[in-house]
Nanobody, 123 residues
Framework: QVQLVESGGGLVQPGGSLRLSCAASGFNLDYYAIAWFRQAPGKEREGVSF????????YYADSVKGRFTISRDNAKNTVYLQMNSLKPEDTAIYYCAGRDWDISTLEYEYDYWGQGTQVTVSS
């Protein structure tokens, strides 16, 4: 059974940090593109960080560039999202998604999705 499971969300103060994890089971991520999308209340889902598992190539949305870092551990079949200098506008449900092809910023091109993890940035 193919599954992506996110963890690591929570409540953090503005300026703080969180690290999200996305663990895959049921398939090998080595040739996949993995993305982190987020959806805030009342807003459309947006892609924020992307990584190719094969070579580690990354891409970031402008809204998180310089603050978020996506990384991978192929041995653990896991992708991480390190989020620093968090802002209230980063509050959202964060989803990881996978596709068996190159990086795409289009959510409908991703075949596998996790259940999401809530990130709340508030004082």
């Amino acid at each position: 059974q193919v599954q992506l499971v996110e963890s690591g969300g929570g409540l953090v103060q503005p300026g703080g940090s969180l690290r999200l994890s996305c663990a895959a089971s049921g398939f090998n991520l080595d040739y996949y593109a993995i993305a982190w999308f987020r959806q805030a209340p009342g807003k459309e889902r947006e892609g924020v960080s992307f990584i190719m598992m094969s070579d580690g190539a990354t891409y970031y949305a402008d809204s998180v560039k310089g603050r978020f870092t996506i990384s991978r551990d192929n041995a653990k079949n896991t992708v991480y999202l390190q989020m620093n200098s968090l802002k209230p506008e980063d509050t959202a449900i964060y989803y990881c998604a996978g596709r068996d092809w190159d990086i795409s910023t289009l959510e409908y091109e991703y075949d596998y999705w996790g259940q999401g993890t809530q990130v709340t940035v508030s004082s």
